[in-house]
């Protein structure tokens, strides 16, 4: 079993940043890819960016060049660095690990972390 753990979330102006992390811990060897969805209120969970342990990320169109993710394998650490943010990124905020323990598979999700985009 994996534990992710979200915190950084808040309430920002529209142009502000914001940085997110997720402590991973547990059995957090199997972990292959980390990510961060979102899911505003009345909509889907969407993806937001995911990377793999080697480094490889991909990101949603709607947060290209203004979002990085990041992840410190030695620490167990996952990262969203959020710039220019916008009122529509308005969301609850997950973090999301998957992987394999042998040749089974496995996601977890942490309890999420709010972000407000607002004046």
């Known amino acids: 079993q994996v534990q992710l753990v979200e915190s950084g979330g808040g309430l920002v102006q529209p142009g502000g940043s914001l940085r997110l992390s997720c402590a991973a811990s547990?059995?957090?060897?199997?972990?292959?890819?980390m990510g961060w969805y979102r899911q505003a209120p009345g909509k889907e969970r969407e993806l937001v960016a995911t990377?793999?342990?080697?480094?490889?990320?991909n990101y949603a169109d709607s947060v290209k060049g203004r979002f990085t993710i990041s992840r410190d394998n030695a620490k167990n650490t996952l990262y969203l660095q959020m710039k220019s943010l916008k009122p529509e990124d308005t969301a609850v905020y997950y973090c999301?690990?998957?992987?394999?323990?042998?040749?089974?598979?496995?996601?977890?999700w942490g309890q999420g972390t709010q972000v407000t985009v607002s004046s």
């Open positions: 990377i793999t342990r080697g480094g490889s990320s």
């Open positions: 999301n690990a998957e992987g394999f323990y042998g040749i089974k598979s496995f996601s977890s």
């Open positions: 547990g059995s957090i060897f199997g972990i292959d890819t």
